[in-house]
T-cell receptor, first 114, second 112 residues
Framework: DAGVTQSPTHLIKTRGQQVTLRCSPI?????VSWYQQVLGQGPQFIFQYYEKEERGRGNFPDRFSARQFPNYSSELNVNALLLGDSALYLCASSLFGGEGGELFFGEGSRLTVL | QKEVEQNSGPLSVPEGAIASLNCTYSDRGSQSFFWYRQYSGKSPELIMS????GDKEDGRFTAQLNKASQYVSLLIRDSQPSDSATYLCAVNEGGGAQKLVFGQGTRLTINP
């Protein structure tokens, strides 16, 4: 079975640009979460979507937005990119949306902002 | 701000020995706990989940949870060089969402 798939795997942007990252969850999983991982640190929670509704939002500015589609895939958008947005962006899917659900991560999208 | 603390290491263990990784968390109300393994340049891979006090074993891995003391640990028996990686402890913050709070990770090196 295919795991969580993310695209693109690598991308380079310049300050002020916008980026869209895409994620397809494991088949049958209805919950998608987004995390940001800066080098040397653990991932930080950005958003969770379950059944197309936002379930949780982390401590990120409004430049970050996301949505989930009827097929449970998801997009993360980041506007007005800053140098500090350079990171590995991880998508995780879970069968259920509740607190005890196990999260399975994709390979990530590595964003470099110049 | 809810916190998860791990010793960043590096932790060096000889091949065949037991590696012990520890994690403490600040939110006494947390109910779900996870260990992830992350190889350099790769994404986190789920190793274990644990929800109740006590031990949970899966192959060479044992997770231990003590909610009263607010700590979670991971033991790796018969350590192999392929176990060399960063191990991330994650705690669900709760509040109805799947919001994992991660520690900064412990870098483990298994020496042949």
């Amino acid at each position: 079975d295919a795991g969580v798939t993310q695209s693109p795997t690598h991308l380079i942007k310049t300050r002020g640009q916008q980026v869209t990252l895409r994620c397809s969850p494991i088949s049958g999983h209805k919950s998608v979460s987004w995390y940001q991982q800066v080098l040397g640190q653990g991932p930080q929670f950005i958003f969770q979507y379950y059944e197309k509704e936002e379930r949780g939002r982390g401590n990120f500015p409004d430049r970050f937005s996301a949505r989930q589609f009827p097929n449970y895939s998801s997009e993360l958008n980041v506007n007005a990119l800053l140098l500090g947005d350079s990171a590995l962006y991880l998508c995780a899917s879970s069968l259920f949306g509740g607190e005890g659900g196990e999260l399975f991560f994709g390979e990530g999208s590595r964003l470099t902002v110049l | 701000q809810k916190e998860v603390e791990q010793n960043s290491g590096p932790l060096s263990v000889p091949e065949g020995a037991i590696a012990s990784l520890n994690c403490t968390y600040s939110d006494r109300g947390s109910q779900s706990f996870f260990w992830y393994r992350q190889y350099s340049g790769k994404s986190p891979e789920l190793i274990m989940s644990i929800y109740s006090n006590g031990d949970k074993e899966d192959g060479r891995f044992t997770a231990q949870l003590n909610k009263a003391s607010q700590y979670v640990s991971l033991l790796i028996r018969d350590s192999q060089p392929s176990d060399s990686a960063t191990y991330l402890c994650a705690v669900n913050e709760g509040g109805g969402a799947q919001k994992l709070v991660f520690g900064q990770g412990t870098r483990l090196t298994i020496n042949p």
